[in-house]
């Protein structure tokens, strides 16, 4: 190709048709203009008094142990379920991970619904829990987390899947022929190759949990101090003080934004 043509090619695609520029820019504005509306109207004055009030505080305490609670359980669930989706084939393995990934298009009040279902009094396996070993989840703290664990877990499976098929098998197949057992070689090996990934679903596991909502409320309920986390201090406080409602939604923006940053090199690409 000469360089004129080049120059050509160059011009027109850089060219934008109006048709699309101009939806293109109002979803942008679509999108920005709610975040920026959550951050003009802040009461910036007060906003260090209405963070250490007593609720926020206990809220936000709530919610970082609930959803870092909730990571560990899903990673201990999570990358044994991700290993088995990715590298061992069995029958029904597409609906299994169909399955997996149902939680991500539940809406998420029926998640709770659906865990009140089996793990309530009445449940599938609450009442055993409640009647073998006296543990009631619904309404209390572990409720939350279990709830929390529901709807991201399929954030931490997809991501380690997407690691492990990824990864190099060679390492793991010189590993076995020098001996090293699977556990060992999952270990010392498997893990190292797809720490990135599974750093990364990580992240985004607890923030998902950070931010679950509808399964919370209703299977957990809105207790202070109990089963109330920074999302459901949010819906309480829009009822009765609009402007601790900003308050406590911009601390939620701050970390969800973060967590877009530092991924970015994962999740976004970069021209």
Excluded: K
């Excluded at 906003?47 to 250490?52: A, D, K, N, S």
């Excluded at 991500?104 to 055993?128: I, S, T, Y």
């Excluded at 699977?182 to 990364?200: E, I, Q, S, Y």
């Excluded at 009822?239 to 939604?249: F, H, K, M, R, Y």
Aim: overall charge positive; hydrophobic content about 55%.
């Amino acid at each position: 190709m000469s360089l004129a043509s080049a120059r050509t090619s160059t011009r027109r695609r850089g060219r934008v048709p109006a048709a699309l520029l101009i939806p293109a820019g109002l979803g942008l504005l679509f999108l920005v203009l709610p975040l920026a509306g959550l951050v003009l109207r802040a009461p910036w004055s007060t906003v260090p008094e209405r963070l250490t009030a007593p609720g926020a505080l206990t809220a936000l305490r709530l919610s970082v142990q609930t959803a870092t609670l909730a990571t560990v359980l899903c990673l201990l669930l999570g990358v044994p379920l991700a290993w088995l989706l990715a590298r061992v084939e069995f029958p029904g393995r597409r609906l299994v991970r169909a399955l997996v990934t149902v939680p991500l298009v539940l809406p998420p009040v029926v998640g709770g619904v659906a865990l009140l279902l089996v793990f309530g009094r009445r449940g599938l396996l609450g009442g055993w829990l409640d009647a073998t070993f006296g543990i009631t989840l619904p309404f209390s703290t572990a409720g939350v987390v279990l709830a929390e664990s529901f709807v991201a877990m399929p954030f931490l499976v997809i991501a380690v899947e997407g690691a492990l098929r990824a990864a190099d098998h060679r390492y793991e197949e010189a590993a076995a022929t020098l001996g090293a057992s699977r556990w060992t070689t999952f270990t010392h090996v498997t893990l190292p190759l797809v720490a990135p990934g599974l750093a990364a679903g990580a992240v985004l596991c607890w923030a998902r949990a950070l931010g679950e909502f509808g399964a919370t409320i209703t299977f957990a309920g809105n207790y202070p101090g109990r089963t109330q986390t920074m999302p459901l201090a949010v819906y309480l406080a829009l009822e009765t003080d609009l402007e601790s409602a900003i308050v406590l939604s911009l601390v939620l923006l701050v970390v969800s934004v973060g967590i877009l940053v530092a991924l970015r090199d994962r999740w976004m690409t970069t021209g």
